[in-house]
């Protein structure tokens, strides 16, 4: 390969120590960064004009499924019942391996261009291994780094996910072995668990042992209709920051503690939670007990893919609750509970750490991996910015992600994606997405909501 170097230039980066916006350069050589700092030269290197722009780490979006890509817009109605009984029952029953990979392809891609330049892919529809196979050829194909969650077949949600006795499939670790038997490349693999609201305990602690047997993070939705699983983890000597809780909104109170003490991660998606009955985020409970939330969007049949909205939806959703408690006392808010200081971190550094990346992504330093954002501060929505940090937390849309850059290779320059192949992709996808809604025969679609667009 040969080599590649570039200079960004009069930027604003973020540093996460500070959490401040911090005037400097940065040079890129190969997939690392080589040196942060100010006045940096390098005659052989491709210059990046950043004036007053901000960069950023790339986001780590830590809970997406991205295997519903292609059904955009058909749950926004859905309990979570109504998931399980049309997403789980019928709609993952159609897919092929070729629609799983185009879903993944698009679905990645799609978050690259909303700065996201990892991703845990919470795959729970992989019905044959070549479901497995081709979701995974889709992430790489888009050039995102992240975590592949191998998870349960999308069909028979009774036999899988109420009360299952079913262990985790068994060919996860054949998966495992021809895949990510090195730790080379962009992508590693997690077990995405069914967890104890939805198995028994001897199969919850099996499928547990089996992620701890291959060295890979478990990740597992918790906490929706029951307390003590968590608890129930942590007796049988099996929690640890290997586990990354999804949704986690209705645990006991010392079970916020032991999730803490144990390094493990929760992952917080907010708008899905309001929606689908869920109850509220889990983001104060959890910082109350010494900790902090990561982020995600979850399903991408009813979830746009900007982190950023669910990041503003989990800081502005907890001081709703705060402040109502004070309005419940008949007393005015006087001072904001929950402060933003350093909450750009939930979806950069601790969400790496959150997937065990820790020590490669998520902060812009020298010998860490190439993963970052540079965003356009021009635009009229961001004009003027007075402080970097709220501009970002409160103002910023896709449209003003400029440029993103994963592993020092651009993916996304002058606002767009740089993947060649996105008008076919977008043809297939129609073609694939219009089947499988047609075929599954649940929902009343209308023909001419089809668009076609050239
Ligand atoms: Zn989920």
Known sequence: MPESRYLIKNGFVLDNKRAEFIKEDILIINEMIAEVGVNLKDEAAQVIDATNNLIMPGLVNTHIHLWQAGLRGIAGNWTLMDYFNYMLDSLGDQYTPEDMYMANLLGALEQIDAGVTCVLDWCNNLNTQEHAYWSLKGLEEAGIRGVFGYGPPGIDAAKWWFNSSELHPPKAKEFFENYFSSKDGLLRMALALRGPDSTQDDVLFKDIKLARDLDVLATMHIGIRSKWGVKKIYDAGLLSEHINFVHANNLAEEEYKLIVDHGASISVTPEVEMQMGMGFPATGKLIRAGGYPVIGTDIASNIEGNLFTQLRFAIQMQRGIDNQLILNNDKMVEKIELSYKNSLDWVTSLGAKALGLGNEVGKLIKGMKADLIIIDTS????????????????????????????????????????????????????????????????????????????
């Open 379 to 454: 635009a009229i929505n961001l004009w003027p910015v007075h402080n970097p940090y709220e501009s970002i937390l409160f103002y910023v849309g896709r449209h003003n992600i400029d440029t993103v850059m994963i592993n020092g290779k651009l993916v996304k320059q002058n606002g767009k994606l740089l993947y060649a192949n996105l008008p076919n992709l977008k043809e297939q996808i129609m073609e694939s997405s219009a089947r499988i809604l047609h075929d599954a025969k649940i929902l009343d679609l209308k023909e001419h909501y089809i668009f076609k667009h050239k």
